[in-house]
């Protein structure tokens, strides 16, 4: 399906899968290189996802790895308006969504810097459909459920709830590596078509995670083949948007599948 998505009056049209690169402004996020703490390195990470294809960049301030400490409110405050200034002062035109569980976080960058989509890692609250609601933002709602069964039984009844109140761009995100066993998560891929019967866009990001680099029992350094395999399942089973650390490795998967879709 077709699908475009209101980014403050500019159409972001999804009829071919976009790339989502990952701008991480924390020191313990997973990924070691992901890790962007100065300016400059804020600026050429962002430089080099663009220059490579990725048409949304979502920046985070909080990592939420397992077992990791969950930075305080105001840090990541502190985290996301240092990245957001240096993002919209060197590329203004840029589509940026911030991954954050907190609906006042949300409400600051979306305020401050003209943040435009909120891709929420929380699971969806009644406070956080609240907010964005209330900021007319495109809105991730990723799933905490271990199950294609229970995630469809959530996804119905929180989708119902947010346009209630009124919200129209809404993403899906299966949640991978969120509340799953490594078991779970391959039945959910295996299954994530069944997804589309929600009748809206899938986001898939899955890179270099544990479900990952655990089959292999590898890191999340030597993980790049598996995610590149994986993001092209995702795509054929109907994907919209992948999230991810290499940008240009995703940009090749979306080129193939869309030739052999032709």
Do not use: W
Not at 16 to 25: D, E, H, K, S, T
Not at 134 to 144: D, F, G, T, V
């Amino acid at each position: 399906m077709n699908y475009t998505l209101n980014v403050h009056g500019r159409l972001l049209d999804l009829s071919r899968p976009l790339v989502m690169g990952i701008l991480n402004a924390t020191p313990d996020s997973f990924f070691a290189d992901s890790r962007q703490q100065t300016e400059e390195d804020i600026a050429m990470c962002c430089q080099k996802m663009l220059s490579e294809g990725a048409a949304i960049i979502d920046v985070g301030g909080c990592s939420t790895r397992p077992g990791g400490e969950v930075a305080t409110e105001a840090e990541e405050m502190k985290r996301l308006r240092t990245a957001l200034a240096v993002v919209r002062r060197e590329h203004p035109e840029a589509v940026i969504s911030v991954d954050t569980f907190r609906p006042d976080v949300a409400r600051m960058t979306v305020e401050e810097f003209g943040a435009d989509i909120i891709n929420d890692v929380g699971g969806g609250t009644p406070e956080m459909f609240r907010m964005v609601t209330r900021l007319r933002a495109p809105y991730i709602l990723m799933s905490l459920q271990p199950t294609i069964r229970e995630m469809l039984l959530s996804y119905a009844e929180k989708v119902q709830q947010l346009r209630d109140m009124g919200a129209n761009d809404i993403i899906l995100d299966p949640g991978f590596g969120f509340g799953k066993t490594l078991e779970q998560n391959y039945e959910i891929m295996n299954d994530l078509e069944k997804l589309l019967v929600m009748e809206l866009p899938l986001l898939v990001g899955i890179s270099r995670k544990s479900m990952i680099y655990r089959a292999f029992d590898c890191t999340p350094k030597e993980a790049l083949n598996g995610t590149t395999a994986l993001n092209t399942i995702a795509l054929m089973k109907g994907a919209s948007i992948l999230r991810v650390h290499d940008v240009k490795e995703a940009m090749e998967c979306v080129k193939i599948v869309g030739q052999l879709n032709r």
